[in-house]
């Protein structure tokens, strides 16, 4: 083993001092930066969802308290009860009625009095939130009061 083994061992280069296989710094940052590059739209996507799905809440919310408005509407007699307000839960309906139609006397069969005045009335509802949001709207709704005792004939 003599004199060519140790010829090879001179001739091998040996690696410089303070370099070493990997990433650079700058590799490092490009890097970070294209992540980050490619991650705001991927953010503003979840923001655009986040706001979306709160108007969704919201907007479902509303239409449930409007449909539990109209039906608490409904089995209220504006002939009798003008205006009035409710508590729903979390939300407040207060309501007023205007006659749109003079109050008239219904005909009962063959033209005979009724035993009711009738008019078409104008109900403005005002749903209020826990949190004050208003939403404000309006139904027309037929209303009645008695006149006469049921079996008189007038």
């Not at 410089?16 to 590799?27: D, N």
């Not at 009798?80 to 008239?104: F, H, K, Y």
């Not at 403005?124 to 139904?139: M, Q, S, W």
Request: avoid cysteine.
């Amino acid at each position: 083993m003599g004199v060519g083994s140790s010829t090879m061992q001179h001739n091998a280069r040996p690696r410089a001092v303070g370099t070493q296989a990997g990433f650079s710094v700058l590799e490092a940052i490009v890097a970070v930066a294209l992540i980050a590059a490619a991650f705001l739209p991927l953010l503003a996507l979840q923001t655009q969802l986040t706001r979306t799905a709160i108007a969704i809440e919201r907007a479902e919310a509303n239409l449930l308290a409007r449909n539990n408005a109209l039906a608490l509407l409904q089995a209220i007699n504006p002939g009798m009860r003008p205006a009035g307000s409710e508590e729903m839960g979390a939300v407040r309906l207060d309501w007023t009625a205007q006659a749109l139609s003079p109050v008239q006397p219904a005909r009962g069969p063959a033209g005979s009095p009724g035993r009711f005045n009738v008019a078409l009335y104008e109900i403005k509802a005002t749903l209020t939130f826990d949190n004050g949001r208003e939403d404000i709207f309006t139904v027309r709704q037929v209303g009645w009061r008695a006149i006469r005792p049921a079996g008189d004939l007038g």
